[in-house]
């Protein structure tokens, strides 16, 4: 599965462990909630939740930047792409996302732990988000408020912003091929990550773009659902489609299985 140790790869292996933590952190409350119609969590934990889970939205948002990042040096300078894109520096990209991604959430939880609760203590969602935990506070949260919109934009508003820069000089590229398998080469290899950050982005926006009181908190919580648990359970599906490198590295781990069943 040597094929399958390029910069893309290692880059989407990034962003399905960016996947997995979210799950892993909302899911076992959620189906306890389902399961039992009732859970319990504490401020601590909950606060907790939302950081992990705020972090790792903007990890991944900064990783689907640096993704498409790879796409335009692979496909508008192809010929520095390998002297560029060294392992090394793939590794540099990935820690930067990381850490960037962690780091502005963090004063945004510790603002939370200050703030005093009332006697209201239901949150009427399936995990602890910002917005329904805020709405139980007696606090002043208008900085917390302005903490986490400001961090939010940075580490959304701006890696969309270059995304949008990258795709219009891979388009631009594009057309200047004169080759329709060209063509369609490059599409093909665009695609999946296009797919991934149109309904990333697409969800996050709607859902945090959209002032809560124009919708209604069914819908919210629908979205959030799509966003959280469906679009982790989508990506692999989306980048596995019509890859002939990923379906290669599935027959070598059939062929493996194989052999070593006949071994037994």
């Not at 329709?180 to 080469?185: I, L, M, P, T």
Request: net charge positive; proline share 4%; charged share 10%.
């Amino acid at each position: 599965m040597k094929h399958l140790h390029t910069p893309m790869y290692f880059f989407l292996s990034s962003l399905s462990l960016s996947d997995m933590l979210v799950t892993s952190n909302i899911e076992p409350n959620m189906l306890q909630i389902l399961w039992t119609e009732k859970g319990n969590i504490t401020i601590s934990n909950c606060i907790l939740q939302f950081y992990i889970f705020g972090s790792l939205t903007a990890t991944e948002c900064l990783v689907l930047t640096v993704m498409s990042y790879d796409r335009y040096l692979a496909i508008c300078n192809p010929l520095r792409y390998s002297s560029i894109m060294t392992l090394g520096h793939c590794r540099i990209l990935i820690i930067i996302s990381w850490t960037a991604g962690f780091i502005p959430t963090l004063p945004v939880a510790i603002c939370l732990f200050k703030l005093q609760f009332c006697h209201l203590n239901t949150i009427d969602h399936f995990f602890c988000d910002l917005a329904p935990f805020l709405e139980l506070s007696c606090s002043d949260i208008s900085v917390v408020k302005l903490l986490a919109f400001t961090f939010s934009f940075l580490v959304t508003f701006f890696p969309f912003i270059f995304i949008i820069v990258s795709y219009a000089s891979i388009v631009h590229a594009v057309f200047r091929i004169k080759s329709e398998k060209g063509r369609q080469k490059v599409f093909s290899t665009c695609s999946s990550h296009l797919a991934v950050v149109s309904l990333y982005y697409g969800t996050l926006f709607i859902l945090y773009g959209v002032p809560s009181k124009k919708q209604s908190l069914n819908i919210n919580k629908m979205l959030s659902l799509l966003y959280t648990i469906v679009t982790p359970l989508l990506n692999p599906i989306i980048y596995s489609l019509k890859n002939q490198e990923i379906g290669k590295a599935v027959g070598e781990i059939r062929k493996s299985l194989s052999k070593y069943n006949k071994q037994i």
